[in-house]
């Protein structure tokens, strides 16, 4: 298992993927955030939902704003539809998925 530079749980399982951060040779890069697993439907990657509160000036309050972030899945995490999930910025893997999911949290 390699050590990928941050301060994450690694997970339990192993796996053969080469695009995981842990057993693979993909490095970790940039941004990393945090959100909810909004979809796990694609092989092998899951949106990652994010919400956040953006204030609007002219009425003094708050609206919600949400993104959606594709990120690949390897098979070691294994992260499930309401999961709370980390996920860290990687090179481009596809057209959409440019992160990677890090760490599952309970």
Known sequence: M???GMEVKPPKKSCDDTYCPFHGSLSIRGKI???V???SKMN???VVRRDTLHYVPKYMRYEKRSSRINAHNPPCIDAKEGDKVKIAECRPLSKTVAFVVIEKED
Do not use: P, Y
């Open 2 to 4: 390699r050590n990928i």
């Open 33 to 35: 955030l945090q959100g």
């Open 37 to 39: 697993v909004a979809s």
């Open 44 to 46: 092998k990657a899951v």
